[in-house]
Antibody
């Protein structure tokens, strides 16, 4: 069974930083690209960032580019999202999401971690 | 960019429900439908526009091509009251705004 367990969310002040983690199990982590997707309270889903299976290659939404950094540690089956210069509109549940084995962004999701910027 | 409609609908058990997504360009059927219940993560119902995921009831179906796609629930069940999202994966992933299916 695929399990994605996010942590690191919480309360941050505007301009502050947080680092999210996602520990993966139940699949071959280094064979799958991974993404972060967020959902503001009561609103829809927004893709945030992607990292290739090898860790070499990443992309970001315009909303977070230059402030957020995605990375992964394949030896620890862990995905990260370093969030700097946080803004009030970054408030959301952040989901870790696994792509398919052929790199298609058809996601399997973690349970999410809530980030509140206030 | 994905435009999903309606944003919400009211329906009763047994009703046929149709949700539509329109893409801003041809996405070559690279479209997935998710169901999300309150407080839970989304999960896949249909991928590749029309391929039903394992374990998903056959009352769900997806169709479409090019820029127009549809999710149909042929006979709505109590467990189906939820929010549904489309997402294209032809380019950088983008989601529709969601459709909330509520009890009439």
């Amino acid at each position: 069974e695929v399990l994605l367990l996010e942590s690191g969310g919480g309360l941050a002040q505007p301009g502050g930083s947080l680092r999210l983690s996602c520990v993966a199990s139940g699949f071959t982590f280094n064979s799958h690209s991974m993404s972060w997707v967020r959902q503001p309270p009561g609103k829809g889903l927004e893709w945030v960032s992607y990292v290739a299976d090898s860790g070499h290659g990443a992309d970001y939404s315009d909303a977070v580019r230059g402030r957020f950094t995605i990375s992964r540690d394949n030896s620890r089956n862990t995905l990260f999202l370093q969030m700097n210069d946080l803004r009030v509109d970054d408030t959301a549940v952040y989901y870790c999401a696994k792509a398919t084995s052929i790199g298609q962004s058809i996601y399997t999701w973690g349970q999410g971690t809530l980030v509140v910027v206030s | 960019q994905m435009t999903q409609s309606p944003s919400s609908l009211s329906a009763s058990v047994g009703d046929r429900v149709t949700i539509t997504c329109r893409a801003s360009q041809d996405i070559i059927s690279a479209l997935v439908w998710y169901q999300q219940k309150p407080g839970k993560a989304p999960h896949v119902l249909v991928s590749g526009a029309s391929r039903l995921e394992s374990g998903v009831p056959s009352r769900f179906s997806g169709s479409g091509s090019g820029t127009e796609y549809t999710l149909t629930i042929t006979s709505l069940q109590a467990d189906d009251f939820a929010t549904y999202y489309c997402q294209q994966y032809y380019t950088v992933p983008s989601f529709g705004q969601g459709t909330r299916v509520e009890v009439e």
